[in-house]
Nanobody
Framework: VQLQASGGGLVKAGGSLRLSCAAS????????TGWFRQAPGKEREFVAG????????LYADSVKGRSTISRDIVKNTVYLEIDSLKPEDTAVYYC?????????????????WGPGTLVTVSS
């Protein structure tokens, strides 16, 4: 499975951003796509995840209420939109795939990772 995240950039605080994660290659029939982020000097943290059917969604408290994760099955792409961006949202955002159907926030469950996309939020 190959993953490609895109959509990062420089955004002013209060703005919005939509990240995309496109999966290609031998993707499992059912899988979870998760978004993680890593800020400079900090550990990687879970942001949001969605399962294949879209019926299972999980958000981290840090983005809950101001983010939306969705998926396009035809395009094999998962989107993460974050509104009301804050400087503390600045990080490299990664998408990853877990071959199970349960959305979990622990990165240990995720088998495939793509290169990240940098999001910088200016104050």
């Amino acid at each position: 499975v190959q993953l490609q995240a895109s959509g990062g950039g420089l955004v002013k605080a209060g703005g919005s951003l939509r990240l995309s994660c496109a999966a290609s290659g031998r993707t499992p029939s059912k899988y979870v796509t998760g978004w993680f982020r890593q800020a400079p000097g900090k550990e990687r943290e879970f942001v949001a995840g969605v399962n294949w059917s879209g019926g299972g969604i999980l958000y981290a408290d840090s983005v809950k209420g101001r983010s939306t994760i969705s998926r396009d099955i035809v395009k094999n792409t998962v989107y993460l939109e974050i509104d009301s961006l804050k400087p503390e949202d600045t990080a490299v955002y990664y998408c990853a795939v877990d071959r199970t159907s349960i959305v979990r926030g622990n990165s240990m469950w995720y088998d495939y990772w793509g290169p990240g996309t940098l999001v910088t939020v200016s104050s």
